[in-house]
T-cell receptor
Framework: GENVEQHPSTLSVQEGDSAVIKCTYS??????FPWYKQELGKRPQLIID?????GEKKDQRIAVTLNKTAKHFSLHITETQPEDSAVYFC????????????FGKGTMLLVSP | GAGVSQSPRYKVAKRGQDVALRCDPISGHVSLFWYQQALGQGPEFLTYFQNEAQLDKSGLPSDRFFAERPEGSVSTLKIQRTQQEDSAVYLC?????????????FGPGTRLTVT
């Protein structure tokens, strides 16, 4: 089955800096890659996603890039703010199943004012 | 509209007790997923429903775990004879099954603590 590795496990930045979180996946046929933000005690919230036929997608301060050849994708957050502090999860969907997602272990992002 | 809701939000069970966790998906969402999230980990797939049909239960860790969605809307995850290793947050997610639609929307989860 699919395996997703996520790095780093924790990331501390100063407000205004950029943050990058990287994930690799094992199934070259995976075709959908969402990113979720989870604040303490809250539900995971979908913040951006990308499909395998696209190399990059942006939404205001966040962007996701996908390198299918290398089987990795990254989340980029620019101009970080304290409210960006949360745990971020990447995930991958293998096409053979029922849209089941395989998640990375998460990255705790801490943005200091 | 309303998002995915789950109840109870917190459940404490003594080892050996049975528990039932409820999920109300977004109205009209055909697909429903259950995930288990251990402390400090990402969600792990348990089972999947399309309407009332349970199409994938490959992630259920043992035969003590049972899920149902009898009318294709509300779903219940039942854990029999709970063990300490069952302590985790149980997340439900729903999705509209349309052509090329993969987005899943999560509920707030039920935190189960087995003592």
């Amino acid at each position: 089955g699919e395996n997703v590795e996520q790095h780093p496990s924790t990331l501390s930045v100063q407000e205004g800096d950029s943050a990058v979180i990287k994930c690799t996946y094992s199934d070259s046929a995976s075709n959908y890659f969402p990113w979720y933000k989870q604040e303490l005690g809250k539900r995971p919230q979908l913040i951006i996603d990308i499909r395998s036929n696209v190399g990059e997608k942006k939404d205001q301060r966040i962007a996701v890039t996908l390198n299918k050849t290398a089987k990795h994708f990254s989340l980029h957050i620019t101009e970080t703010q304290p409210e960006d502090s949360a745990v971020y999860f990447c995930a991958a969907r293998s096409p053979g199943g029922y849209s089941t997602l395989t998640f990375g272990k998460g990255t705790m992002l801490l943005v200091s004012p | 509209g309303a998002g995915v809701s789950q109840s109870p939000r917190y459940k404490v069970a003594k080892r050996g007790q049975d528990v039932a966790l409820r999920c109300d998906p977004i109205s009209g969402h055909v697909s429903l997923f259950w995930y288990q999230q251990a402390l400090g980990q990402g969600p792990e797939f348990l089972t999947y429903f399309q309407n009332e049909a349970q199409l994938d239960k490959s992630g259920l860790p043992s035969d003590r775990f049972f899920a149902e969605r009898p009318e294709g809307s509300v779903s219940t995850l039942k854990i029999q004879r709970t063990q300490q290793e069952d302590s985790a947050v149980y997340l439900c997610a729903s999705s509209w099954t349309g052509q090329g639609t993969y987005e899943q929307y999560f509920g707030p989860g039920t935190r189960l603590t087995v003592t």
